[in-house]
């Protein structure tokens, strides 16, 4: 389910007629602008790349990944195994582990945070494993949004019947795949996170909320769901004074070390 977005993103950034479904999707708009960020702001030649809770998935640029040594940090060893572009491997839990200070270009957190107990502990460790202008990419829903509150408030088997029975993912729930259980810690909400990396030396230089790609999703496999879900989004929103759009579920973003 998740390759398919990187996928459509490359498909995108090389023959941008061929994914003209995808091409609209705020998604795609918003990791194509991290890639060209990611691009542009990082050091030449060799890069060292921390992909925290790595998974078996990376979201970024296949010509940073081609240069970089990664190392891919994951508490489930199912996932790492599973991982194919780490140069190194390591299954541990990132709101603990130490990697020796001032060593790493990038940290990417891609879906992670969300499932954590101790996301400062973490992003403490993110900032030391840093090198100076070192950059930090973290990707997560958002909690308040209309996905984040009914994922807060409602049982994890419900969570893995609806990526079975609403986005078809035949493997949810089953051991090493997804969903992985929330926690929604405040550092979650994308003003705290801020707030939070700025005491530890950090500058915001990219943030975007936008429409989770689980409405396009629906919108193509569900159409009637979808429209009940659209219908049921506009009333909230028309409550809160349009002031946000509760379908901006995600967010992109990167930070830069002092
Ligand atoms: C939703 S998946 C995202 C995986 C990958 N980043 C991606 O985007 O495809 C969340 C990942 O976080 C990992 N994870 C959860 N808690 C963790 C922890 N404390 N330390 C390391 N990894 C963790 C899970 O095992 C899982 O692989």
């Known amino acids: 389910m998740e390759n398919q977005l990187m996928d459509a993103v490359l498909a995108t950034e090389t023959r941008p007629s061929d994914t003209e479904e995808w ?3 705020q998604v795609i708009k918003s990791l194509l602008a991290v890639h060209r960020i990611l691009e542009s702001e990082l050091p030449r030649g060799r890069l060292a790349i921390y992909e925290a809770g790595g998974g078996s998935t990376s979201y ?3 010509t940073l990944l081609a240069r970089g040594d990664v190392t891919v940090v994951d508490v489930d060893e199912r996932q790492i195994e599973r991982c194919s572009y780490a140069t190194t491997k390591r299954v541990a839990d990132i709101q603990t582990l130490r990697l020796p200070p001032s060593t790493f270009d990038l940290v990417v957190c891609f879906n992670v945070i969300e499932h954590l107990t101790d996301v400062d502990g973490a992003l403490r460790g ?7 202008n070192g950059l930090v990419f973290i990707a997560a829903p958002t909690p308040r949004s209309l996905a984040g509150v009914v994922t807060r408030f ?5 969570h893995i019947w609806v990526y079975r029975h609403l986005f078809r993912y035949s493997d949810a729930g089953k051991p090493g795949y997804p969903p992985f259980p929330t926690v929604f810690h405040p550092l979650v909400r994308i003003e705290n996170l ?3 990396m700025s005491t530890l030396g950090f500058d ?3 943030a975007n909320q936008y429409e989770s790609e689980r409405y396009p999703a629906l919108r193509r496999r569900r159409p009637g769901f979808a429209r009940l879900l659209d219908l049921i989004a506009v009333v909230i929103n028309g409550m809160m004074l349009n ?3 509760v379908r901006h579920g995600d967010y992109h973003i990167v930070f830069r070390k002092r």
């Open 154 to 158: 409602s049982p994890h088997w419900f």
């Open 23 to 25: 091409a609209d999707e």
């Open 204 to 206: 915001v230089i990219y």
């Open 194 to 196: 801020k707030r939070f």
């Open 126 to 132: 993110f900032a030391e494993a840093l090198r100076p």
């Open 60 to 62: 970024i640029p296949p």
């Open 243 to 245: 002031s946000v759009d």
